[in-house]
Every structure is written in structure tokens, then in C-alpha cells.
């Protein structure tokens, strides 16, 4: 019987619960509480950021990475995507920022964050969203809570576009919700779901996280509601070793040419058939600064979402990919042949 993507995914388990103790004991903080900057000594991150027009909410984003309470070494990279608005000038004028990749032409989230991978330098790569910003312990956390084995998932709390006097949007004050984050509260007006298939009665509200087990029951190929173990991999904030993704190839590019969303999902997939657990951080919460049109983006993205779940489940009838590195980097030396690459 041929190994596809879908039967690899069903042998695989999610139980973490031992990698979680392990990491209790050693360092002394409870898995989901905030990390004492110490801890991640001698323990670097490289923060990949894809940007497309987010002139809007980088520099909110940057100014919240400057302050990151952390010991360990944090390198900066800002991947623009042929931005037309003044996100490339946003990033190269923050100090916060290492280095700066401008692509000539629109290649997608996914080409955007294998570039940024590719000149990456940790083990450990933090894959953030261009509006996302970060309470100042976040990198700590996963920093001191890497493993080479697991795939660490933060979550967002999407705050509608407040303007400061630059137009710009300010991040609301206090802390981040948990429970605002789709796979924590998530709510269905009932019918056939879009991603499994299944259909519900009438409207249901669940929580994917709580009620899985902080994802360990989504083991074995499982699913629960409309979701499953790779659909809770999200790139607004999640964390994976630099050496798994360059092994199953890193993001599929052609989910750019498709439409919108799905590669962080298919990712996810190629890492935890290739022996990654999913992890979540419930303390790793950030701010998700919506752009002024937020309802028009949405309703863009969303119109082309089936095209990319179609690709999606193409790719899960397919091999798992492993031993890919040598054509990531020959794929990622093209793309970074025709950017500009400016470093500090």
C-alpha cells in the first residue's frame, strides 16, 4: 500500500503530555505560564515575518519585538512582498530589524516565509504575521520551550482598525484573550462545513483547544467539529525547528497562485507526519491589528479559500514530502537571486 500524506498523518500521535512534564520539571514554570527571561539563554529564534501592505500595523509589530523580555539571541527578518504602500520603508527604517528582503513581484505568504527561512540562522524559526503584535514574553517562551520535535502554536485576538494620528493602527491596551482566537471559541451557523464536510443540525460553538485536550485527542488523523490537527497549525504566531521545515521542503509555493490560506495547514501536515507533535502556548497570545478595510480583505480571501482546500486535499492523496532540503534551498536561491537583500 502506497504512504500518502492522509495515511501518514492517521499513524501519527499528538500525546505531549511527557514533553510538557519534562520541561516543568527542568525548568521550574508551568508549561502555559509566562517565561522568566533567563530561561531562554543561550536559546536563539529567528523571526520570520511575511509582508504585504501592512504599512498599517508593522511598525506596532516591530516596536512590540523590540521589547521582547528575553535573554536569548532574536534575529529579525522582514520578508516584503512587493508591497505598494510604505511597508518596506517601515522596516527599513526600525532598528528592531536584521534583515530586510524586498521581492519584485507579489510570490505569496509561502515563497515570502521560505525566504525568510532560507537566510534564517536559528534552529528554532518564530513565524509571525506582519499585524500581529506580541506581549513582551512571548519570544522567551518559545525560545526556552523549542524542541526539535514539536511544532509550538500560539494564538491571535483580532482587534478592529483603531487610526493614531498617523493613520496607522494602535494596538489596544491590556492584555490578549485566549478565548478570542477562532480554535479556542469557535462558532458554526450550522450545515455542511466547508473544510471536513461534516454537517451540523443548527448552530454550534465549541472550543478545539479545550475540548481536545490542548490538541493531544486530534491525534491519529482525528477531527473534531470542523477541525483537525493540522488546521490548528496557524502562522500568524507559531514556532518549528528550521531543520524539519527545510526537510519536507518547507511552504508549498503554489498555494500562492491558488488563492489565499492552506499552506500554513499543509505545512503542518508535512511536519507532523514527519514525527512533530503540536504543541499550544495558552500564554502566547497576540493582537491581531485589522487593516481599515478588514471586512473587504476577508470577503476576498475567503472567495478563493475553496480553491486552496481543493489543492490542499490534492497534496494529502500525494507523498508525504521528506528529504526535500537540497530543493528548498535551490528553489529559495532563486527566488532570493532576484530580491534585494539588505542586512545590519
Given at each position: 500500500?502506497?504512504?500518502?500524506?492522509?495515511?501518514?498523518?492517521?499513524?501519527?500521535?499528538?500525546?505531549?503530555?511527557?514533553?510538557?512534564?519534562?520541561?516543568?520539571?527542568?525548568?521550574?514554570?508551568?508549561?502555559?505560564?509566562?517565561?522568566?527571561?533567563?530561561?531562554?539563554?543561550?536559546?536563539?529564534?529567528?523571526?520570520?515575518?511575511?509582508?504585504?501592505?501592512?504599512?498599517?500595523?508593522?511598525?506596532?509589530?516591530?516596536?512590540?519585538?523590540?521589547?521582547?523580555?528575553?535573554?536569548?539571541?532574536?534575529?529579525?527578518?522582514?520578508?516584503?512582498?512587493?508591497?505598494?504602500?510604505?511597508?518596506?520603508?517601515?522596516?527599513?527604517?526600525?532598528?528592531?530589524?536584521?534583515?530586510?528582503?524586498?521581492?519584485?513581484?507579489?510570490?505569496?505568504?509561502?515563497?515570502?516565509?521560505?525566504?525568510?527561512?532560507?537566510?534564517?540562522?536559528?534552529?528554532?524559526?518564530?513565524?509571525?504575521?506582519?499585524?500581529?503584535?506580541?506581549?513582551?514574553?512571548?519570544?522567551?517562551?518559545?525560545?526556552?520551550?523549542?524542541?526539535?520535535?514539536?511544532?509550538?502554536?500560539?494564538?491571535?485576538?483580532?482587534?478592529?482598525?483603531?487610526?493614531?494620528?498617523?493613520?496607522?493602527?494602535?494596538?489596544?491596551?491590556?492584555l490578549a484573550e485566549l478565548s478570542a482566537d477562532h480554535r479556542v471559541t469557535w462558532r458554526s451557523q450550522g450545515g455542511e462545513q466547508l473544510y471536513t464536510g461534516i454537517v451540523l443540525d443548527g448552530p454550534t460553538t465549541g472550543s478545539p483547544l479545550?475540548?481536545?485536550?490542548?490538541?493531544?485527542?486530534?491525534?491519529?488523523?482525528?477531527?473534531?467539529?470542523?477541525?483537525?490537527?493540522?488546521?490548528?497549525?496557524?502562522?500568524?504566531?507559531?514556532?518549528?525547528?528550521?531543520?524539519?521545515?527545510?526537510?519536507?521542503?518547507?511552504?508549498?509555493?503554489?498555494?500562492?497562485?491558488?488563492g489565499w490560506g492552506m499552506e500554513d495547514t499543509h505545512l503542518g501536515a508535512a511536519l507532523i507526519a514527519a514525527g512533530c507533535l503540536v504543541v499550544p502556548l495558552r500564554q502566547c497570545v497576540g493582537f491581531h491589528l485589522d487593516p481599515p478595510d478588514?471586512?473587504?480583505?476577508?470577503?476576498?480571501?475567503?472567495?478563493?479559500?475553496?480553491?486552496?482546500?481543493?489543492?490542499?486535499?490534492?497534496?494529502?492523496?500525494?507523498?508525504?514530502?521528506?528529504?526535500?532540503?537540497?530543493?528548498?534551498?535551490?528553489?529559495?536561491?532563486?527566488?532570493?537571486?532576484?530580491?534585494?537583500?539588505?542586512?545590519?
Amino acid at each position: 500500500m502506497t504512504t500518502t500524506l492522509a495515511t501518514a498523518l492517521a499513524t501519527q500521535p499528538n500525546d505531549h503530555s511527557a514533553l510538557r512534564a519534562q520541561f516543568e520539571a527542568q525548568a521550574g514554570v508551568a508549561w502555559h505560564a509566562p517565561t522568566p527571561a533567563a530561561l531562554a539563554a543561550g536559546r536563539a529564534v529567528s523571526v520570520v515575518i511575511p509582508a504585504r501592505n501592512t504599512a498599517h500595523a508593522l511598525g506596532a509589530v516591530l516596536d512590540a519585538l523590540a521589547l521582547q523580555d528575553t535573554a536569548g539571541a532574536v534575529e529579525i527578518i522582514v520578508v516584503d512582498d512587493a508591497s505598494t504602500d510604505a511597508t518596506a520603508e517601515i522596516a527599513t527604517g526600525h532598528p528592531a530589524v536584521d534583515t530586510l528582503v524586498r521581492l519584485p513581484e507579489q510570490s505569496g505568504a509561502a515563497a515570502a516565509r521560505n525566504a525568510g527561512t532560507s537566510l534564517a540562522d536559528a534552529d528554532t524559526i518564530v513565524y509571525l504575521d506582519a499585524d500581529m503584535v506580541l506581549a513582551p514574553h512571548v519570544l522567551a517562551d518559545i525560545a526556552a520551550r523549542a524542541h526539535p520535535d514539536a511544532v509550538l502554536v500560539g494564538f491571535r485576538h483580532n482587534a478592529p482598525y483603531q487610526p493614531g494620528p498617523d493613520g496607522r493602527a494602535l494596538a489596544p491596551e491590556g492584555l490578549a484573550e485566549l478565548s478570542a482566537d477562532h480554535r479556542v471559541t469557535w462558532r458554526s451557523q450550522g450545515g455542511e462545513q466547508l473544510y471536513t464536510g461534516i454537517v451540523l443540525d443548527g448552530p454550534t460553538t465549541g472550543s478545539p483547544l479545550n475540548d481536545t485536550d490542548d490538541f493531544q485527542k486530534l491525534g491519529h488523523g482525528a477531527t473534531h467539529l470542523d477541525w483537525d490537527l493540522p488546521r490548528v497549525v496557524v502562522t500568524a504566531l507559531m514556532a518549528a525547528p528550521r531543520a524539519k521545515v527545510l526537510d519536507v521542503g518547507g511552504f508549498d509555493e503554489v498555494f500562492g497562485h491558488v488563492g489565499w490560506g492552506m499552506e500554513d495547514t499543509h505545512l503542518g501536515a508535512a511536519l507532523i507526519a514527519a514525527g512533530c507533535l503540536v504543541v499550544p502556548l495558552r500564554q502566547c497570545v497576540g493582537f491581531h491589528l485589522d487593516p481599515p478595510d478588514a471586512d473587504a480583505q476577508w470577503q476576498t480571501k475567503l472567495a478563493s479559500w475553496p480553491s486552496t482546500l481543493s489543492y490542499y486535499r490534492r497534496l494529502l492523496d500525494a507523498a508525504p514530502p521528506r528529504g526535500r532540503s537540497a530543493a528548498f534551498h535551490e528553489s529559495a536561491s532563486r527566488l532570493l537571486a532576484a530580491a534585494e537583500v539588505s542586512s545590519r
